[in-house]
């Protein structure tokens, strides 16, 4: 059985069972992790699903915990909130970085050197 | 506009911030009208970083996007950063789970990622909630798979040589033979990897 036949018959499987990401794409990220060499049928299906439940588990946690009750809008800002405050999410940290306003960071400086001046 | 020279952002003498922007994050200063939310730094649609990292690659934002949708409540919106920033949360993860599964691999000195090695990597990096769901949706897959011609996991063992006429290795066979109801159509007979699965209903797809 040729692959692409195979990944004819995953796309198929694909568009008729409900997985709404591209299985191809999905493999191309996993490939690119250092030494992976091969990777079954199941466990791309597998991380296929698995990341639309984590794109919605994501969405929704952050949705819920937001500023997006009030605001009704999913912001950037509240997922970098769900990231450094649910455990699970901990790993997207280091790409979620908290955005501050400028002015404020240059209030906090000046604070810090008021603070060392008075010493 | 990123903050160069990190160290000093970082410096925890430096910036006298409580405590919890301390923990190893680092600063990206916004520029921000008031009410502007999502700010963006980047313009183009990837929002490409200053340095490559292996997550250059994403799913589409479409997609994403879509399943975003689905998932918040239907009056809810999406700020347009809040997408781009979780197509690369989305690559994140699957490096995550991709790395923690092969090592397990590479322990047992395996060389193809299974289906349970990803099973097994969700559970340990605190994933285990989709673990079951998972296990539905996998079988599920599964049957989709073997109700099409052509059916994965079908091999031929050499216990079955026996039985091999010369005739029937001059017709040219499908590989699909076993149909999902188990029916023959003709003389080979396959081992499979084939799982009945009892009771497994027709679950609707929402």
């Known amino acids: 059985m040729s692959e692409k036949t195979m990944e004819e018959k995953v796309e198929q499987a694909t568009n008729s069972k409900n997985v709404s990401l591209p299985m191809s794409r999905v493999r191309l990220i996993m490939k690119s992790s250092p030494d992976v060499s091969c990777i079954n049928q199941d466990a791309l299906f597998l991380t296929t699903k698995a990341t639309e439940l984590f794109v919605q588990h994501l969405a929704l946690s952050s949705y819920k915990n937001g500023s997006g009750k009030e605001t009704n809008t999913l912001s950037y800002s509240d997922l970098a909130n769900a990231a450094e405050e649910t455990e699970t999410f901990q790993f997207l940290t280091d790409i979620l970085p908290k955005k501050i306003l400028a002015r404020d960071y240059l209030k906090s400086l000046e604070e810090m050197k008021k603070d060392d001046d008075s010493l | ?206």
Not at chain 2, 39 to 54: C, F, I, P, V
Not at chain 2, 61 to 70: E, L, S
């Open chain 2, 1 to 206: 506009m990123n903050m160069d020279g990190d160290g000093s952002t970082t410096d925890a003498s430096q910036l006298g911030i409580t405590g919890e922007y301390m923990a190893g994050s680092h600063f990206v200063l916004a520029q921000a009208p008031e009410g502007d939310e999502g700010l963006n730094d980047h313009e183009d649609g990837n929002g490409s970083k200053d340095n490559l990292r292996e997550q250059d690659i994403y799913l589409p934002i479409a997609n994403v996007a879509r399943i975003m949708k689905n998932a918040i409540p239907q009056t809810g919106k999406i700020a347009k950063d809040a997408k781009e920033c979780v197509q690369e949360c989305v690559s994140e993860f699957i490096s995550f789970i991709t790395s923690e599964a092969s090592e397990r691999c590479h322990q047992e000195k395996r060389k193809t990622i299974n289906g349970e090695d990803i099973l097994f990597a969700m559970s340990t990096l605190g994933f285990d909630m989709y673990v079951e769901p998972l296990k539905l949706y996998l079988q599920k897959f599964r049957e989709a798979m073997k109700g099409e011609k052509g059916i994965s996991g079908v091999t031929v063992t050499e216990g079955m040589g026996e039985e091999l006429t010369e005739e029937t290795f001059t017709n040219p066979l499908p590989a699909g033979i076993i149909t999902a109801d188990g029916q023959q159509q003709n003389v080979m007979v396959y081992t499979t990897s084939y799982q009945q699965i009892p009771g497994v209903q027709q679950l609707q797809f929402s």
